[in-house]
């Protein structure tokens, strides 16, 4: 986990307004950034940036990609998520969730 203050970064939503986030957990794993933001929408998932143009989406519960391409999670990063797998989901537990149809900047 992030030692100290948490991890602060900048992302977009919708193109149009810039949302500063924080990380709960930002690790390299396997030469791949993960992070669970501290703000998100459910159900419990971690951020893999695989390059710069994909965020992957990753069930903790089920251990599924959420946003497909592509349909399994890289070799590279599988079995680094399954060893922190406890550390992940008890990461998301500090995660203030998103009420549904909301979005980090309205509320």
């Known amino acids: 986990l992030c030692a100290g203050p948490l991890a602060l970064f900048v992302y977009y939503h919708n ?6 986030s924080m990380a709960v957990f930002k690790e390299t ?10 703000v998100d929408h459910p159900p419990p998932h971690c951020h893999a940036y695989i390059d710069a143009k994909k965020d992957l989406k990753i069930n903790l519960l089920t251990m599924e ?16 998520l399954k060893d922190r797998h406890e550390e992940l989901l008890e990461a998301w ?8 149809g909301k979005n980090p900047g309205e509320w």
């Open 65 to 80: 990609i959420m946003n497909p391409p592509p349909n399994n999670i890289p070799s590279k990063i599988n079995k680094a």
């Open 29 to 38: 794993l396997n030469g791949i950034e993960v992070k669970i933001h501290n």
């Open 15 to 20: 193109y149009d307004n810039i949302i500063i």
């Open 93 to 100: 537990e500090k995660v203030k969730v998103i009420p549904p």
